[in-house]
């Protein structure tokens, strides 16, 4: 009979690799492990990177657009502000009312012409009125003036430069100097009388530069035309004025 070899005493505490199996099915824990090189992560690590640089995209975006919105939502707001200012200023220029004027005083300087000075002088002063409520009327150089009998040019003047107040009116002296023509017989007539008053009717034309300003508005310079018509009782001394009507065209 064959003798049995006795086991080393580490053999003895040694399991069974069938029982290990055994009690690690027994105990419901698995534990699997796979080489390093064939671990798969979801989602990819590369779709991690691309979502970061579309976060970093959009926050730059966002600034960006945010800053040309409002610029849009100012330049918008400043032009309808700056339209209805002028808006409300054409409104107000357009209905605006033309000056008025009338003749204060009616003066015939050196009546009889010596060698010196052949021709008479004419000093006409006039009142001009701006009926406006809220419009300046600015009269500008380059305003002429004529005087008229019988639609015959007998003395020409300038008319003066002035700034006018809304609702103001203004009093202002012209000089008409004779024309080389020869003054007609009626009024050498009127000049010359002493005791019997010769009536005598003028009219006057004039051309003035006139711009309109409300505040920081201001048009350009459009002349208006004026003329009036007028009678004298003499053109000797004391001339009285009779009759007149005055009328302003734009």
């Not at 004026?226 to 004025?241: G, P």
């Amino acid at each position: 009979m064959a003798e049995r070899v006795p086991l080393p005493d580490n053999a003895k505490h040694e399991p069974n690799p069938i029982e290990t199996s055994e009690l690690a099915s027994g105990s419901g824990t698995y534990i699997v492990q796979v080489p390093k090189d064939q671990i798969y992560r979801f989602p990819p690590p590369e779709h991690a990177v691309l979502a970061e640089r579309h976060r970093h995209l959009l926050q730059q975006k966002r600034p960006c657009c945010s800053c040309c919105l409002c610029i849009f939502i100012s330049v918008i707001i400043i032009a309808l502000v700056l339209g209805l200012i002028g808006g409300i200023g054409v409104l107000v220029f357009l209905q605006h009312k033309s000056p008025k004027f009338q003749i204060v005083n009616f003066l015939v300087n050196n009546p009889l012409p010596n060698h010196n000075q052949k021709h008479p002088e004419y000093d006409i002063a006039l009142k001009a009125e701006n009926p406006c409520q809220r419009v300046r009327i600015l009269y500008d150089e380059g305003g002429d003036a004529s005087l008229f009998f019988k639609q015959q040019e007998i003395a020409t003047g300038k008319y003066p430069t002035f700034d006018q107040a809304p609702q103001n009116s203004t009093v202002f002296k012209m000089i008409f100097r004779g024309s080389k023509i020869t003054l007609p017989k009626e009024m050498e007539k009127s000049i010359k009388s002493t005791n019997q008053k010769v009536h005598i009717s003028l009219s006057i034309s004039m051309g003035v530069p006139i711009r309109l300003k409300m505040g920081a508005l201001k048009t350009g310079s459009k002349k208006a035309s004026v003329s009036c018509n007028l009678t004298v009782d003499t053109l000797a001394k004391h001339t009285r004025i009779l009759s007149q009507e005055c009328q302003t065209k734009r």
